[in-house]
């Protein structure tokens, strides 16, 4: 194999390596987002509920709530904080999670450093397959 079909695969794969790379953290970072977005909104349903039983007391002139009135609100505020905490615990479950470097199990770089040889690979790749083993 001569230098620069070498080159080339390795350009090729680290072209490869780095697409991976950002995709993954794209996807992290939309899952961040989605998971920030999720917990304001059960902050501000937290704040919702705080403020509508004070207006509620207010509207009465400072006299307090009936049992059920304020059993209503609370209720009502209660259900849409754990729709809230629900949609924030299935965007947490969405977030990649393990090793954000994706490549290191991937079956086509393997096969590659079989086909290079690992004295090439060692070689062409350098660092960036540094905590690879190769058997």
Known sequence: MNFSKLFLETKRIRDWINNQESKFAQKAKQAKKKVLAAKDKVKSLKQKLADELAKAITAKDGSSLSISEHDEIVSQIKCEAAQAHKEMLESMNMAPKGNSYPTHHSPA?????????FKHTLFTIGCIMDCWIVT
């Open 109 to 117: 770089v393997g096969s590659l450093i079989q086909r290079l040889g």
